[in-house]
């Protein structure tokens, strides 16, 4: 075998194994690759009680109470079909309010092992809220304007 043919069989090979390696990665995160699921998501498709996932979607108005710790929040976030308890112990960030678009990262709490939003809080260690008053994560705009709950370009 020349040279030439070796180092073509070694490329080959090489490109063989980083091929198998994408597929094998690709395959063993699945569903996880999401950014954030919506409420929908959730009251469709239940998840284990210790996976920590990214929940977004609306604060619901006139949701938002605060006890008398002054640091634990509750609240739903919605997508304008189905709704969820969330439940925030820390401070959030400035620009929080209802009606405005967030994503928390948490976990489902509550109900039984892989328990749908109805019988479940969603126990958030983290909120992102949006950074000014036109942008909106595009996957949370997405979900939103699926849901038929909010339009990208509002009517003046």
Do not use: N
């Not at 999401?34 to 469709?44: I, R, W």
């Not at 678009?101 to 976990?107: D, K, P, S, T, Y």
């Not at 939003?117 to 950074?131: I, S, T, W």
């Amino acid at each position: 075998m020349t040279r030439k043919r070796r180092r073509m069989a070694f490329l080959a090979a090489g490109l063989a194994c980083f091929a198998l390696a994408a597929a094998l990665v690709l395959a063993a995160l699945e569903d996880k690759v999401t950014f954030f699921y919506s409420p929908s998501d959730l009251a469709v498709e239940p998840v284990g009680p210790d996976a920590r996932i990214r929940l977004g979607g609306l604060v619901v108005e006139g949701s938002v109470a605060r006890t008398g710790d002054g640091l634990t929040t509750t609240f739903e976030l919605t997508d304008g079909a189905a709704s969820v308890p969330v439940s925030y112990t820390g401070v959030l960030p400035d620009l929080f309010r209802e009606g405005q678009g967030i994503v928390a990262a948490g976990r489902l709490v509550g109900g039984a092992a892989g328990a749908r939003v109805p019988d479940a809080v969603f126990m958030a260690d983290e909120v992102l809220a949006k950074h000014d008053e036109t942008y909106m994560p595009p996957e949370v705009a997405e979900a939103l304007v699926e849901a038929g709950y909010w339009r990208e370009d509002p009517p003046r």
